[in-house]
């Protein structure tokens, strides 16, 4: 969770865009998948349930969920489950880019 996090945050900093973050940890870290399309998968609500714990337990700032997760979950974006994330599912199970303009 708190690499997820941290992928969230840098997009939610403007560092780099949804493909370009998930991209890097594909290829530099030999991933799978990148840290915002396991987000999706695993469900956007349930991450942010997760941090939310982690916040609780540790009180570290670390593991304070990222304001740009908070806002897409109570926008109702949790992911493949309901359609949309940080990709879009909408119309095919294939992931394809959402607009990076989540702020």
Do not use: R, W
């Not at 996090?5 to 370009?20: C, F, M, R, S």
């Not at 309901?82 to 607009?99: I, P």
């Amino acid at each position: 969770m708190p690499m997820i996090n941290e992928a969230i945050e840098t997009l939610y900093n403007g560092v780099a865009g949804v493909q370009e973050i998930d991209t890097v940890m594909k290829l530099g870290m030999a991933h799978p998948m990148g840290p915002l399309q396991l987000a999706d998968f695993i469900g956007l609500d349930v991450c942010l349930s997760i941090l939310e714990v982690m916040y609780d337990g540790f009180k570290n700032p670390k593991y304070a969920p990222c304001p740009l997760l908070v806002n897409m979950v109570m926008a109702g974006k949790k992911g493949v489950k309901s359609g949309e994330g940080f990709y879009d599912y909408s119309e095919s199970k294939k992931a394809e880019k959402v607009s990076s303009s989540f702020a």
